[in-house]
């Protein structure tokens, strides 16, 4: 079974900004648009090229805790942090992606996430991947954030069993991120990573 990454850096956005512009859809432009700061404006754009370039067209709903889903599949979800936007995808089950950069100012912010067990280790980038491995997981489960610190992010790759229901996990640090995947299933599975290196395929 393979999972579909589909990553993509700001500075292409930044670059293309027009044809990205007319390219996503104008539901995305006005959610972009109501950030701040231009950095995070940049993310949702991103989000939205991933999203209208590599999903077939539909409505896109929302469960009740906002996860977004297609109703005839594939099973998406998307994530973002620091430059990057990605975009996960799977055929056959339900997913959660999750990226965040490793940032040692976030220390205290992830600590209050994990475990007292979990903030035994010493190594930043194995912190920053039980994060985001819990996230992944609350945003497969389409649970709440706020539940975040009832759930155990270890291991950090491979099969959990949580309220009898199956999910396998995957993660790893790419280029100064934490990145990780959650499945609902008992079954491993591979990460095929798309790098998005030119918007000219989106013309």
Request: glycine content about 4%.
């Amino acid at each position: 079974m393979n999972v579909d990454l589909y990553i993509l850096h700001t500075s292409l956005v930044k670059e293309n900004l027009s044809a990205v512009l007319s390219f996503i859809d104008k539901e995305r432009i006005d959610k972009a648009e109501k950030y701040l700061i231009e950095k995070d404006r940049l993310l949702s754009y991103g989000a939205g090229l991933l999203i209208k370039k590599y999903l077939p067209s539909g409505e896109i709903k929302e469960t009740k805790n906002k996860k977004p889903y297609l109703e005839n599949g594939p099973y998406f979800n998307i994530s973002h942090s620091g430059e990057f936007a990605v975009l996960a995808t799977c055929g056959s089950c339900d997913i959660g992606v999750d990226i965040e950069q490793v940032n040692e100012k976030k220390l205290d912010a992830i600590k209050f996430t994990l475990t007292e067990d979990e903030k035994k280790t010493n190594n930043v980038n194995d912190l920053f991947r039980m994060w985001s491995n819990k996230e992944s997981l609350i945003k497969c489960m389409s649970s709440n954030l706020n539940d975040i610190r009832k759930l155990n992010g270890l291991p950090l790759e491979g099969y959990r069993s949580i309220n009898g229901e199956d999910f396998y996990t995957k993660s790893l640090i790419y280029e100064e991120y934490s990145l990780s995947v959650t499945l609902h299933s008992k079954e491993d599975f591979e990460i095929v990573i798309n790098r998005i290196d030119s918007l000219e395929e989106f013309n």
